[in-house]
Each structure stands twice: as structure tokens, then as C-alpha cells.
């Protein structure tokens, strides 16, 4: 018997790979979806006239769809990025390049979801460091922080980068869509 009860440190084991493993696989369908809808861009008539929209991990696919884009030279109007699940520090200049206009990240500190779950799953998904021989998975450097774009705001902004901070209004992960009037305001597309 280990630690006391017989079989739990081998249940954790199982539960956090199997959260890993989850986390793991729902990003790179998030990609897989990207790269797919930069596929379809080549049969658009008006590629520029196009607003793209992606709520946490649709945020992700996004940005995998504009650096295909940026490879291809197609420009899409501009896009809106609404609690991105994605971390805040990562570089966003290759996906800006396959926009016209401004990509505007809505941020709120307020999101339940961002807030703890995905630091979780992010820090157990991929930090390289010495491997922990219990958990047979990376062990999670002092002071390292994954925080998403969608609770900060995206850190290396460049000048199509736009962070707007909509905590007054918006509460938890799923706030974001009741709330859309509130913050986002469309011209004309034409």
C-alpha cells in the first residue's frame, strides 16, 4: 500500500494523462479545423470581405487558418477573438500579416474556464523540464505562467493587434456570446 490507500496514486496518474491526452487532442482538432477553413478560402470570390469570429479554442483555429492564409498571400477583413484559448505571449505577427485590417482580442478576467482549467491543462500539455518518474509527464518550471489571451489579453501586440477589456460585462467562458452587441460593431462589408 502507497500513501495510504491502495491504487490512488496510479488513479491520479491515470486521470491527469487522460485530462492531458483530452486537452492535447481538442487542440489539435482546433488546428486541424484551421488549417481545413484556410483550404476554402481559395474558392471565395472575395477573400477580403471576410470577418472571422472564434470564441476560446475557435480562437486557436483561427489563428492556424490566418498563418495558412499569410503563406497564401490572402487577406481577410478582420477578426474577432472572444476569451482565445490561447496563450497570451505567443506571436500573432505571421497570422496578422493575413489580415487587412485589425485582429481585436476581447479579454476578460472574469473567465472561469481561462482562469483555472486551462492553466491546468496547458502546464501539463507540453513544458519540457525533467521528467517527473511518478507521473511520467514534464515537470512545470518554478514561476512559468501560460496565461491565455482571453484573460490578459494578447503581450506582443503588434499595430493590428487590438486588446479590449470587456470584464464589466462579461462574468465567466460563456459570457462572451450573450454579450456580443455589447462590444462588437460591424460596418458595412462592402
Do not use: Q
Not at 485589425?102 to 482549467?117: A, E, Q, R, W
Amino acid at each position: 500500500m502507497r500513501n495510504g490507500f491502495k491504487g490512488a496514486p496510479d488513479l491520479a496518474t491515470r486521470a491527469i494523462k487522460g485530462s492531458r491526452e483530452r486537452w492535447l487532442e481538442s487542440k489539435a482538432k482546433a488546428e486541424a479545423a484551421g488549417e481545413e477553413l484556410a483550404g476554402r478560402f481559395a474558392h471565395l470570390p472575395s477573400p477580403d470581405k471576410v470577418i472571422l469570429m472564434g470564441h476560446s479554442l475557435g480562437c486557436r483555429a483561427i489563428k492556424t487558418c490566418l498563418e495558412n492564409l499569410a503563406d497564401d498571400e490572402i487577406k481577410v477583413r478582420e477578426v474577432h477573438l472572444l476569451g482565445a484559448a490561447v496563450p497570451a505571449g505567443e506571436s500573432w505577427t505571421r497570422a496578422s500579416r493575413a489580415v487587412r485590417g485589425v485582429i481585436t482580442n476581447y479579454y476578460s478576467k472574469n473567465d472561469n474556464i481561462l482562469n483555472i482549467p486551462y492553466h491546468a491543462a496547458e502546464l501539463l500539455s507540453g513544458i519540457r523540464g525533467p521528467k517527473n518518474r511518478d507521473l511520467d509527464f514534464p515537470a512545470i518550471p518554478a514561476g512559468f505562467s501560460v496565461s491565455p489571451a482571453g484573460l490578459k489579453g494578447i503581450s506582443r501586440s503588434g499595430k493590428k493587434i487590438k486588446n479590449i477589456d470587456v470584464s464589466a460585462f462579461v462574468n465567466r467562458h460563456a459570457g462572451f456570446e450573450e454579450n456580443l452587441h455589447r462590444f462588437i460593431k460591424f460596418r458595412d462589408c462592402h
